[in-house]
T-cell receptor
Framework: GAGVSQSPRYKVAKRGQDVALRCDPI?????LFWYQQALGQGPEFLTY????????KSGLPSDRFFAERPEGSVSTLKIQRTQQEDSAVYLC????????????FGPGTRLTVT | AQSVTQLDSQVPVFEEAPVELRCNYS??????LFWYVQYPNQGLQLLLK??????LVKGINGFEAEFNKSQTSFHLRKPSVHISDTAEYFC??????????FGTGTSLTVIP
């Protein structure tokens, strides 16, 4: 497909487990973003990549959150020792341009920590 | 830093009636403004965007928005809504950085 894809779409984790969420951006898109969307809220920025470089990780809520994009395409968001407050939808977006004029969003991964 | 306020968390409107969803932003720099729509269990889809030029922006599905710099607003309008417009609508702003700042969303419910 031509859009941003994310997997898995749904993930249930027991508190304390580690999870890995995958994002496949649109081919050729330079910029990649991760957002966290809590229930009833708007998306909140987590981190940003330009190619393989992580240029901004100011939104990551704790050192349990880690993101990578080693080859400048697919990205993985990892959450270690999940907590209940990590339950949210995690959205990935990509952009062709270096300037922030449009982002294309994936369907998200709904993480539920029990 | 930028921020976005969507004052109306829920907007019910009858089918074929007009609707306005309000968005105000704060920023110390020039901004780009966006409206996204989110259907249940789906990602965000871009409705329209303002980058520069004409302050009246037309988007998909018959929506339009007007950038008002003096009032720091970017309200979304549609002259006649359909049942299929029922969804969550998010206003967003980007500025000097690369991230988008989103409002908390407005839930539009179209009543038959």
């Amino acid at each position: 497909g031509a859009g941003v894809s994310q997997s898995p779409r749904y993930k249930v984790a027991k508190r304390g487990q580690d999870v890995a969420l995958r994002c496949d951006p649109i081919s050729g898109h330079v910029s990649l973003f991760w957002y966290q969307q809590a229930l009833g809220q708007g998306p909140e920025f987590l981190t940003y990549f330009q190619n393989e470089a992580q240029l901004d990780k100011s939104g990551l809520p704790s050192d349990r959150f880690f993101a990578e994009r080693p080859e400048g395409s697919v990205s993985t968001l990892k959450i270690q020792r999940t907590q209940q407050e990590d339950s949210a939808v995690y959205l990935c977006a990509s952009s062709f341009e270096l300037t922030n004029t449009e982002q294309y969003f994936g369907p998200g991964t709904r993480l539920t920590v029990t | 830093a930028q921020s976005v306020t969507q004052l109306d968390s829920q907007v019910p409107v009858f089918e074929e009636a007009p609707v306005e969803l309000r968005c105000n932003y704060s920023s110390s720099v020039s901004v780009y403004l966006f409206w996204y729509v989110q259907y249940p269990n789906q990602g965000l889809q871009l409705l329209l965007k303002y980058l520069s030029g004409s302050t009246l922006v037309k988007g998909i599905n018959g929506f339009e928005a007007e950038f008002n710099k003096s009032q720091t607003s970017f309200h979304l309008r549609k002259p006649s809504v359909h049942i299929s417009d029922t969804a969550e609508y998010f206003c967003a702003v980007s500025g000097s950085g690369n991230q988008f700042y989103f409002g908390t969303g407005t839930s539009l419910t179209v009543i038959p």
